[in-house]
């Protein structure tokens, strides 16, 4: 029996905020991802680098803001790390091609950083850029 094959994840930094500074690769992974994901204080609410990465997704992107608390509890944060890690590889075991789009760096200081390491555990081999 064929099993479906993972999607891809991207982790895209935006840089300081202004879409006009974003790198030809960013825009690339953007504008195929059929998910775009990025960091939310609270429901409802966009991130900046949300808004960014809209000028450039494609028609058939669907954003979903992902509420991260910004408390110094670290059980309150790890529970949000683990929440949003399995919506984002559900997606992924669908074969879609997800992004979770963020200010700077997303690898360095990131909530980008703690959502890979806990989608790795759920998805051991999948192909992150």
């Keep these: 029996m064929k099993t479906k094959k993972n999607g891809k994840f991207y982790g895209i930094g935006v840089g300081p905020g202004d879409p006009e500074l974003l790198t030809v690769k960013a825009v690339k992974a953007i504008e195929s991802s059929d998910y775009i ?10 991130s ?16 979903l803001p992902l509420v991260f608390p910004m408390v110094k509890n670290d059980s309150v944060k790890k529970k949000a790390w683990i929440q949003n890690a399995k919506l984002i590889a559900e997606k992924l075991k669908q074969g ?34």
């Excluded at 994901?37 to 966009?46: L, Q, T, V």
């Excluded at 900046?48 to 954003?63: E, N, P």
């Excluded at 760096?105 to 989608?119: A, R």
């Design 37 to 46: 994901f990025g960091a939310s204080s609270g429901e409802g609410k966009e």
């Design 96 to 129: 879609l091609a997800c992004s979770f789009v963020t200010i700077g760096d997303p690898m360095l200081y990131s909530t980008c950083s703690y959502l890979v390491k806990e989608i790795k555990k759920i998805i051991p081999d999948l192909t992150i850029e």
């Design 48 to 63: 900046i680098a949300g808004a960014v990465s809209r000028k450039y997704s494609s028609k058939k992107s669907i954003f």
